[in-house]
């Protein structure tokens, strides 16, 4: 009888069969089904992220043009607000060397003044008295250094005020810088697209750098310099002009207090020339006096040597009729006429010989006060020509020129906006 082999393996039936047949098959259905769903999503994931992509790209390529256009617009501003900073610091150094020509300018009439108070010192005497001049002078010394202090303190603001527009200048200058290398990045990030050969991936790059600002920050810097550079650009107008206000008003001081000395020294040189000629008529008078006193007691020498001889005859007379004898002794009116003329002749040389002396103390004093009229006319000379040599010194006021002609000897504050200036394409 034949034997029949079989492999040696577990059997299943047709039922477990048919039951693996099923669930390969609605596996596979499955499994067809999840990839398919999973092939939708993925095209759906693509397209989205597509679009996502596209649309982050070009909003952000809007938002840096957005922001190239804020960079470009500060940039103008602040250019702009430079361009006034540097013209008012031109405007306020050209106000400064003008205070500082003013300045210059009192040096001459402090030297005139001080020259016409030394040449008066040099008056003798009764001309060295305390006059109208001599206050007008002090006073316009008091004056011109009154106007140089002022001017002093104009100049010295107008440098401190140089000196912060200079401080403001140098910020804007580096804020613009700021702006103008910004521009140049964001310029070069819009012109990036994705064939660009530059673009790499990059470690990190959503940091966030040390000394970062927000937006809001970093429009109030540019708009606080801006600010502060127009509050320095209106203290610079105001001080520009206060300065020409006081520099009208120091010229106008200097001006009338010149008029008055020149008025006082006028008059005054008047006066003494009248004084001088007064004493030289007095002087005349006197010594035309003196001459003729000098005859006048010529005459009355000549007249007291003239009754010597009579007086001699009449006691002579006198004398020898004393001899007379006896009865004839007589006190006749010849004796009586005698005595008569001898008494007359004698009150007559006595008056004669007072007048004598007293004209002759009168001459004596007559040349005495001659003598000090001389000197005082001498010392009127002195005075009268110190006041012309005064009149001649103070006309170097006039053919000097005014303030505002005469050169400038100072150096001004360098302006050091046109080395700051930029130049923007």
């Known amino acids: 009888m034949a034997t029949l082999s079989s492999k040696p393996a577990s059997r299943y039936s047709v039922s477990d069969w048919a039951t693996n047949n099923k669930q390969m098959s609605d596996t596979a259905e499955h499994k067809r089904n999840v990839s398919h769903e999973i092939r939708q999503e993925g095209r759906a994931l693509r397209n989205e992220t597509t679009n996502k992509t596209s649309w982050n790209e070009y909003d952000s390529t809007r938002k840096l043009s957005d922001r190239i256009n804020d960079i470009t617009r500060w940039k103008e501003n602040l250019k702009a607000c430079a361009q006034e900073v540097d013209e008012e610091m031109d405007a306020l ?12 300018a ?5 030297e005139v003044t001080a020259e016409c108070l030394n040449l008066r010192e040099g ?3 009764k001309e060295l008295v305390s006059d109208p ?10 004056v011109i250094d009154g106007a140089q202090r002022v001017l002093q303190q104009c100049i010295d603001q107008a440098f401190e005020q140089l000196c912060r ?13 700021d702006k103008i290398e910004a521009l140049d990045v964001d310029m070069s990030c819009l012109s990036l697209t994705i064939q660009s050969p530059e673009i790499s991936l990059k470690p990190n790059p959503t940091r966030v750098p040390p000394g970062s600002t927000n937006p809001q920050q970093w429009e109030q810097f540019s708009r606080y310099n801006i600010s ?21 008003q120091v010229q106008n001081e200097l001006e009338a207090q010149r008029m008055s000395v020149e008025f006082a020294l006028r008059k005054r040189t008047h006066h003494e020339e009248q004084a001088h000629h007064d004493m030289q008529w007095q002087l005349k008078t006197t010594q035309d006096e003196i001459a003729e006193l000098e005859k006048d007691i010529i005459g009355l020498e000549e007249d007291l040597q003239a009754k010597t001889a009579p007086l001699k005859l009449v006691h002579t007379r006198l004398e020898n009729r004393i001899k007379r004898p006896g009865m004839d002794l007589c006190r006749d009116e010849v004796q009586f006429g005698l005595v008569d003329e001898a008494k007359h002749l004698e009150a007559t040389i006595l008056a004669l010989k007072q007048k004598l002396a007293q004209a002759q103390h009168s001459l004596q004093s007559l040349k005495q006060h001659e003598a000090q009229m001389m000197e005082e006319l001498s010392r009127k000379q002195d005075a009268l020509s110190l006041e012309q040599r005064s ?8 053919l000097g020129g005014t303030t505002e002609g005469l050169p400038s000897a100072v150096v001004p504050l360098a302006n050091s906006s046109g080395r700051h200036k930029l130049v923007l394409a």
């Open 228 to 248: 502060r550079a127009r509050e320095e650009m209106q203290a610079s107008v105001q001080i520009r002009e206060n300065n020409s206000i006081t520099r009208a």
């Open 133 to 142: 001049v001599e206050a007008e002078l002090k006073k316009e010394v008091e």
């Open 123 to 125: 008056r003798r005497g």
């Open 93 to 104: 150094t050209l106000s400064k060397e003008e205070m500082e020509r003013a300045l210059a």
């Open 165 to 177: 527009l200079q401080e403001v200048r140098q910020q804007l200058t580096i804020d613009l810088q």
């Open 106 to 110: 009192t040096v001459l009439p402090l």
């Open 391 to 398: 009149n001649q010194t103070r006309q170097r006021l006039t």
